[in-house]
C-alpha cells in the first residue's frame, strides 16, 4: 500500500484547510490511517487516527471540536477536515499506516507506511 498526502498550505489564523491521503495498491477499508504532524526542532506527534475498526482516535486534546477526519471509499482517500486553525498547527503533516484496520497509537514508531508530508502553515 502507498499513501499520497495533500492539501497544506499557507492560512490565517482562524481559518480552514482540508488535507487528503490518497491510498493506493489496496482498498482503503483494510486500513486505519493516522494523521501525524511534525514542528520546526519538535518531535512528529500523533493527531488522529480513524479506522474501520477502530473508529476515530484522538491523539492530541488541542484538536478535539476543530479538526474531523472522514472516508471516501470510493476514491480510496482520508480526509483531515482542520477549522479554527491556530498557529500553533503549523507543522508538516503526514499520513500513515500501520498496515491494519486499527489504530497502533500515538507514536509515530508503530506506524511503518507513510505518505510525503504537506506542510500547514498557519499565520497572519
Known amino acids: 500500500v502507498q499513501l499520497q498526502a495533500s492539501g497544506g498550505g499557507l492560512v490565517q489564523p482562524g481559518g480552514s484547510l482540508r488535507l487528503s491521503c490518497v491510498v493506493s495498491?489496496?482498498?482503503?477499508?483494510?486500513?486505519?490511517i493516522g494523521w501525524f504532524r511534525q514542528a520546526p526542532g519538535k518531535e512528529r506527534e500523533g493527531v488522529v487516527c480513524g479506522g474501520s475498526s477502530s473508529g476515530v482516535v484522538y491523539y492530541e486534546d488541542s484538536v478535539k471540536g476543530r479538526f474531523t477526519v472522514s472516508r471516501d471509499y470510493n476514491k480510496n482517500t482520508v480526509y483531515l477536515q482542520m477549522n479554527s486553525l491556530k498557529p500553533e498547527d503549523t507543522a508538516v503533516y503526514h499520513c500513515a499506516t500501520d498496515g491494519t484496520g486499527w489504530c497502533s497509537g500515538y507514536s509515530y514508531r508503530q506506524y511503518n507506511t507513510w505518505g510525503q508530508g504537506t506542510q500547514v502553515t498557519v499565520s497572519s
Open positions: 495498491g489496496d482498498t482503503l477499508d483494510s486500513y486505519a
